[in-house]
């Protein structure tokens, strides 16, 4: 498996602007989450789905953000509008459900709001 | 949540052991203790994770105390590449969320 893909690996894009992150979880993998990260916060859980049903969302910072899983085998993140403040790294990770299982991140979407 | 509590930086010449210790103190009876590290910007690695028996796997040892309130991962024989953040989790409840705290800063040296 190639691993938990995430596209694209940079995005530039103007204050105003909508932004689409995506994500393509290891196959077989039931539960997926999207976490951002900055220096100031350092990595924040947004949003996790669990059988492409998002389970908890409390981490959404603001209802710019929206997060869908349309199948289980793809999730977006969107931002509508983009602010200069949204500029960060953003993860996207999946893991099979269990007690005894361990979560696979991808490599990340480097996101700068200008 | 349970949290955790690491050391912010820690040290280790190349070659040593590298021992990075994590206090649990609040961890419930049925939650596992793991770690993950970050090398860079790259996404977090996961390394092992435990209950209540030591772990050992290829990349490290998890030695957990009896009484669960604390843990530590240690690197056998480190090197320039294990330079990176390390982060102990306590994996919430009966769900599959990992909450990352700030992590330990290691730098391998020389």
């Known amino acids: 498996d190639a691993g938990v893909i995430q596209s694209p690996r940079h995005e530039v894009t103007e204050m105003g602007q909508e932004v689409t992150l995506r994500c393509k979880p290891i196959s077989g993998h039931n539960s997926l989450f999207w976490y951002r990260q900055t220096m100031m916060r350092g990595l924040e859980l947004l949003i996790y789905?669990?059988?492409?049903?998002?389970?908890?969302d409390s981490g959404m910072p603001e209802d710019r953000f929206s997060a869908k899983m349309p199948n289980a085998s793809f999730s977006t993140l969107k931002i509508q509008p983009s602010e200069p403040r949204d500029s960060a790294v953003y993860f996207c990770?999946?893991?099979?459900?269990?007690?005894?299982?361990?979560?696979?991140f991808g490599q990340g979407t480097r996101l700068t709001v200008v | 949540d349970a949290k955790t509590t690491q050391p912010t930086s820690m040290d280790c010449a190349e070659g040593r052991a590298a021992n990075l210790p994590c206090n649990h103190s609040t961890i419930s009876g049925n939650e596992y203790v793991y770690w993950y590290r970050q090398i860079h910007s790259q996404g977090p690695q996961y390394i092992i994770h435990g209950l209540k028996n030591n772990e050992t796997n290829e990349m490290a040892s998890l030695i957990i105390t009896e009484d669960r309130k604390s843990s530590t991962l240690i690197l056998p024989h480190a090197t320039l590449r294990d330079t990176a953040v390390y982060y102990c989790?306590?994996?919430?409840?009966?769900?599959?969320?990992?909450?990352f705290g700030t992590g330990t800063r290691l730098q391998v040296f020389p």
């Open positions: 789905f669990n059988n492409n049903v998002p389970i908890d």
């Open positions: 990770a999946s893991t099979l459900t269990g007690w005894n299982t361990e979560a696979f």
């Open positions: 989790i306590v994996r919430v409840g009966n769900t599959d969320k990992l909450i």
